[in-house]
């Protein structure tokens, strides 16, 4: 199929951009990578109106250090994540989740915005960003505000965005020095949604757990914070037992949908595989 018609827009600075979605409202969608609002234009489950292409706004582009946080722009693609020694020295996690992202093509021109924006339980950014303590800059016309990753992701394809707004930057803290770090992510082929993965930070106090996070995809209707598996690590030595519960844990908040990647019960069982390969090789990882 094809989209119906529609005008394009082409805005160079943010408050053009603003302007044109105030004045053109439900009828307008933003474009930043294309990946997902095209494919659903072409299948018609999306009917904008009016497109308003965000990537000619410079501003919106960008990484930087800004007193101990790493400031992304929301417009920066994938592959820029990827070759950013600023990230592969201060945020490898965040590298690590940009490589394993569908393939060369779609990493040119996806950006980490786009992936956050539009809530989709199979993206990966939401998993980093919860684990990673992210929060967003979302920009209207009357001002901005900032939002927690942690509760921004609310359903599929529903997250806390609100109409007339734009993301436009991503914080995150820079990681705690000898902080371990792992996206360990089941993919049937190259270039495919998660079966399921799991992200996982982790910091340690001699042998026991100091700090933990855990967060899944693909397998619920938004990202999920494994908050439970969490507790139940913290203060406690890591060994095949406790990576076990946790892993059990993660399992029990799990709710896929059944799809050509797997029946439900396939997905759970996966979403604790990658939960426990990703806290082993999150532990290997902690620096002494």
Same mark, same amino acid.
């Given at each position: 199929?094809?989209?119906?018609?529609?005008?394009?827009?082409?805005?160079?600075?943010?408050?053009?951009?603003?302007?044109?979605?105030?004045?053109?409202?439900?009828?307008?969608?933003?474009?930043?990578?294309?990946?997902?609002?095209?494919?659903?234009?072409?299948?018609?489950?999306?009917?904008?109106?009016?497109?308003?292409?965000?990537?000619?706004?410079?501003?919106?582009?960008?990484?930087?250090?800004?007193?101990?946080?790493?400031?992304?722009?929301?417009?920066?693609?994938?592959?820029?994540?990827?070759?950013?020694?600023?990230?592969?020295?201060?945020?490898?996690?965040?590298?690590?989740?940009?490589?394993?992202?569908?393939?060369?093509?779609?990493?040119?021109?996806?950006?980490?915005?786009?992936?956050?924006?539009?809530?989709?339980?199979?993206?990966?950014?939401?998993?980093?960003?919860? /684990? +990673?303590? &992210? !929060?967003?800059?979302?920009? %209207?016309?009357? $001002?901005?505000?900032?939002?927690? #990753?942690?509760?921004?992701?609310?359903?599929?394809?529903?997250?806390?965005?609100?109409?007339?707004?734009?993301?436009?930057?991503?914080?995150?803290?820079?990681?705690?020095?000898?902080?371990?770090?792992?996206?360990?992510?089941?993919?049937?082929?190259?270039?495919?949604?998660?079966?399921?993965?799991?992200?996982?930070?982790?910091?340690?106090?001699?042998?026991?757990?100091?700090?933990?996070?855990?967060?899944?995809?693909?397998?619920?209707?938004? /990202? +999920?914070? &494994? !908050?439970?598996?969490?507790? %139940?690590?913290? $203060?406690?030595?890591?060994?095949? #037992?406790?990576?076990?519960?946790?892993?059990?844990?993660?399992?029990?908040?799990?709710?896929?949908?059944?799809?050509?990647?797997?029946?439900?019960?396939?997905?759970?069982?996966?979403?604790?595989?990658?939960?426990?390969?990703?806290?082993?090789?999150?532990?290997?990882?902690?620096?002494?």
């Amino acid at each position: 199929m094809i989209p119906r018609e529609f005008e394009y827009h082409a805005p160079k600075t943010v408050p053009d951009a603003l302007g044109l979605l105030k004045q053109l409202g439900d009828e307008a969608k933003l474009l930043a990578g294309g990946h997902s609002l095209l494919p659903m234009m072409k299948l018609r489950f999306a009917e904008p109106a009016h497109l308003i292409d965000l990537g000619r706004i410079r501003e919106l582009k960008g990484i930087r250090e800004d007193g101990g946080t790493l400031r992304i722009g929301a417009m920066t693609t994938q592959n820029e994540l990827i070759w950013s020694t600023l990230l592969q020295d201060k945020c490898p996690l965040l590298v690590e989740g940009a490589r394993l992202i569908s393939d060369p093509q779609v990493r040119y021109k996806g950006t980490i915005g786009g992936d956050i924006a539009h809530g989709d339980p199979g993206n990966d950014h939401p998993a980093l960003m919860l /684990v +990673l303590g &992210a !929060s967003f800059v979302l920009k %209207s016309s009357s $001002g901005e505000r900032v939002v927690p #990753a942690d509760g921004f992701f609310v359903g599929s394809y529903a997250t806390l965005l609100k109409p007339g707004e734009i993301l436009t930057e991503i914080r995150i803290p820079v990681p705690a020095p000898k902080t371990g770090y792992c996206y360990a992510k089941l993919k049937r082929k190259i270039g495919d949604f998660a079966t399921a993965a799991a992200a996982v930070t982790l910091r340690m106090k001699g042998e026991s757990v100091q700090e933990v996070a855990i967060a899944l995809t693909n397998v619920g209707a938004s /990202v +999920l914070r &494994a !908050s439970a598996a969490e507790d %139940s690590l913290r $203060g406690k030595a890591m060994n095949d #037992a406790s990576i076990a519960e946790a892993a059990r844990l993660a399992m029990s908040i799990c709710d896929p949908v059944a799809d050509q990647r797997g029946d439900a019960e396939y997905k759970t069982a996966m979403a604790g595989e990658m939960t426990q390969r990703a806290l082993r090789t999150a532990r290997s990882r902690v620096t002494n």
